[in-house]
């Protein structure tokens, strides 16, 4: 079950420049960067107000969201909603239509189990879910 907001993820060409904008500019707490080589993603954490504020970019110029950079240039790429069961969602999630971009839940940030949804499902936007591990059964 979907039980809240996870984050809101902006691609960013030039991560060391957005992580100084949100955390001096705008003065939003900095939690660090995770690489997540599945996903050939480099990723900078903000927690604010019950959710974050994720920043991805890619590994070594590649990946999708080196895709998505070179077609828009940044910006928002992603929401990520928390649940409680990853499988669950998924399954009950596709038989109402959805298309997933995996067949199963993948390793994501923070260790978590993460799957999205393609975005011509959702009216254009791409749509994360996510398990944390305390949430895993």
Do not use: W
Request: glycine fraction near 10%; include cysteine; charge should be negative.
């Amino acid at each position: 079950m979907i039980i809240g907001l996870d984050h809101v993820a902006i691609a960013v060409p030039d991560l060391e420049k957005a992580i100084k904008r949100f955390a001096e500019d705008f003065g939003i707490e900095y939690k660090g960067c995770e690489s997540v080589v599945d996903a050939k993603t480099q990723t900078a954490f903000f927690p604010i107000s019950g959710t974050q504020i994720e920043l991805v970019h890619p590994l070594n110029g590649e990946g999708p969201v080196q895709g998505y950079l070179d077609k828009k240039g940044g910006g928002l790429h992603h929401i990520c909603f928390q649940t409680d069961d990853v499988e669950a969602d998924m399954k009950r999630l596709t038989e109402k239509g959805y298309i997933f971009l995996s067949d199963a839940p993948k390793p994501g940030a923070h260790n978590t189990r993460v799957a999205f949804i393609h975005p011509k499902c959702t009216d254009g936007v791409l749509i994360e879910i996510a398990q944390h591990p305390d949430e895993q059964h």
